[in-house]
């Protein structure tokens, strides 16, 4: 079965089904990947680190010997409990993919121990992926499927691991925060607990915009929600070489996209609001825009109507869906629609 949606997955996640003897967690983001993954073994086994308890098997152990995942399947805990069986797929050779389809496959239709999960992780799977298709249409199996995380997601888990160590951000403040990090969850938790260190953990500190200024330094200039709005502005050149730099720190064209998409978003929901009678500052802060970046986003929601950004739109999503397909080059369609953009821009006056 596949567990797509985030409250399917956070219940299965806190108590896990019985029933459920093999976990396929996969993903183009590995960090949500592993915190998964971890969570249920954790939930599976009374002690997940230990190799009583556990087998851990990489994708070179089962290149070299096929049948281990089988063997250690069969095996039993030697301290009783629950057997853990933990396979690991860092490569996408169709082989290792259809050998770990096999063995779940055998273990869901009961084959092996029945007290045994088997709980694989793996990379951004396609639906050719024999593996996805065995864990998706077996009952006794579960399928997680792990996407990039999205604003509204780093927002909650900024509140959840600030507030854990008695810290919080001022509304303003974690706007900023949020829009500065990036979407891989491991690095994203990386620069979280960074920013706990500099505000002081458990000291009950609330940050805003000013005790942001210093911790992110020159970081903001780099970053794709500038350069969506360069392009936006008419700003060719403070565009790509925005892009240029989020290149540099592993952003990808997906990222530079969905950047674009936020950033027409917030200019149609302002039109909107003005064509139903809304002043164009209140419009905009209705709209989410930040403080610091209003007077340029004021110029822009002047020259930019309902109708541009609309005409806009499907070429964002078809970019969207280019970016994705597998060997595209994606930060070069990412820059070839900021280069359209910042050319309606300037024949829109910008």
């Given amino acids: 079965m596949i567990l797509g949606r985030r409250p399917d997955v956070e219940r299965f996640l806190a108590r896990p089904d019985p029933k459920i003897n093999a976990v396929l967690v ?6 949500v990947v592993r915190e998964r993954a971890q969570a249920l073994a954790e939930k599976a086994s009374e002690r997940p680190d230990d190799p009583f308890d556990v087998a851990r098997i990489s ?15 069969a095996a039993y805990s030697l301290m009783g409990g629950r057997r853990l069986v933990r396979l690991r797929l860092s490569s996408e050779k169709a082989q290792l993919d259809r050998l770990a389809a096999s063995a779940l496959e055998r273990h869901a239709a009961g084959e092996f121990n029945p007290e045994a ?12 992926s024999a ?8 009952p006794a199996a579960a399928a997680i499927p792990c996407y990039e995380d999205e604003t509204g997601d780093l927002a909650r888990l900024t509140r959840e691991a600030l507030g854990a160590d008695r810290l919080g951000l001022t509304a303003e403040a974690l706007d900023l925060f949020v829009r500065r990090l990036p979407h891989e969850r491991g690095v994203a938790r990386r620069e979280i607990e960074r920013l706990a260190l500099y505000l002081g953990p458990g000291s009950g500190r609330v940050g805003d915009v000013e005790d942001l200024a210093e911790f992110l330094g020159s970081e903001p200039e780099a970053s794709l929600a500038d350069a969506a709005q360069d392009a936006f502005g008419g700003r060719l050149a403070a565009a ?10 592993g952003e990808g064209g997906p990222s530079a996209v969905r950047a674009l998409g936020v950033h027409l978003g917030r200019l149609r929901r302002t039109a909107a609001l003005r064509r139903s009678g809304a002043e164009l500052a209140e419009a905009a802060k209705a709209a989410g825009v930040f403080w610091k970046n209003e007077r340029e986003f004021l110029r822009q929601a002047r020259a930019w109507d309902l109708e541009e950004l609309d005409q806009l739109q499907p070429e964002l999503l078809a ?17 070839r629609l900021v280069l359209g953009i910042a050319a309606r821009a300037r024949r829109l006056g910008l």
Avoid: T, W
């Fill in 240 to 249: 790509q070489a925005g892009l240029r730099r989020a290149a540099a720190e």
């Fill in 117 to 128: 999960l088997l709980l694989i992780e793996a990379g951004n799977l396609g639906r050719e």
């Fill in 131 to 138: 593996l996805r298709r065995a864990a998706e249409k077996s």
């Fill in 319 to 335: 970019a969207d869906r280019a970016c994705k397909q597998a060997g595209a080059p994606d930060r070069l369609i990412a820059e």
């Fill in 26 to 31: 996969y993903g183009r983001d590995l960090g």
């Fill in 59 to 73: 994708d070179g152990d089962l290149e070299s010997d096929p049948a281990l995942i089988a063997d250690e399947l």
